[in-house]
């Protein structure tokens, strides 16, 4: 069983700032079969990458996936008022497929 | 749009059942694999179980099996979850989540409902 471990747990930015947050999994992730989504306090979560760096439609460009194999990062360039936010990567390479990290909080600093 | 709407949570006491409901609107229904997800309230994503597209593969996350089965009718949008001897553990808010892919499924996904709390107590 593929286990996604995140990091920093909570991440403290201003507006403006750059966000790197870390999907560290347990043994590799085949064909970067690893998303990202965002949720919001109260709603649903939202997928922003698939494949490890493509953007979901609608996705704004400031927010980009990188990496393979066992370490997975997203970045968003520069925070807007709106990104601050909970953040889970997501593996569907190898059984149980679906399985998520433990998110990362971005908040306001 | 694509929409999902769950429906048929509440509180109920441990031992007991209930059944969600998500209605989907805007898309192929019968085109796409669909999941259910829960979380636990201040926890993380606990994928809980799939049907394919046309109901005839269906998997569920060991918390959850031989307790909790997935179905779908293809002739109402419709997708449910009957949750059986309930637990304390179960507690959660479950979503009905779209596969992003056409007929089977992979297992991420583009399409969230808003959710339906679950509360599991005496």
């Known amino acids: 069983e593929i286990v996604l471990t995140q990091s920093p747990g909570t991440l403290s930015l201003s507006p403006g700032e750059r966000a790197t947050l870390s999907c560290r999994a347990s043994?590799?992730?085949?064909?970067?079969?690893l998303a990202w989504y965002q949720q919001k306090a109260g709603q649903a979560p939202r997928l922003l990458i698939y494949g490890a760096s493509s953007r979901a439609t609608g996705i704004p460009d400031r927010f980009s996936g990188s990496g393979s194999g066992t370490d997975f990062t997203l970045t968003i360039s520069r925070l807007e008022p709106e990104d601050f936010a909970v953040y889970f990567c997501q593996q569907y390479d190898s059984s149980p497929r679906g399985t998520f990290g433990g998110g990362t909080k971005v908040e306001i600093k | 749009q694509v929409q999902l709407v769950e429906s048929g949570g509440g509180m109920v006491q441990p031992g007991r059942s209930l059944r969600l409901s998500c209605a989907a609107s805007g898309f192929t229904f019968n085109n796409y694999g669909m999941h259910w997800v829960r979380q636990a309230p201040g926890k993380g994503l606990e994928w809980v179980a799939v049907i394919w597209y046309d109901g005839t593969n269906k998997y569920y996350a060991d918390s959850v099996k031989g307790r909790f089965t997935i179905s779908r009718d293809n002739s109402k949008n419709t997708l449910f979850l009957q949750m059986n001897s309930l637990r304390a553990e179960d507690t959660a808010v479950y979503y009905c989540?779209?596969?992003?892919?056409?007929?089977?499924?992979?297992?991420?996904?583009?399409?969230w409902g808003q959710g339906t709390l679950v509360t599991v107590s005496s």
């Open positions: 989540a779209r596969d992003a892919q056409l007929w089977f499924p992979t297992y991420w996904f583009d399409t």
């Open positions: 043994q590799s992730v085949s064909n970067n079969y």
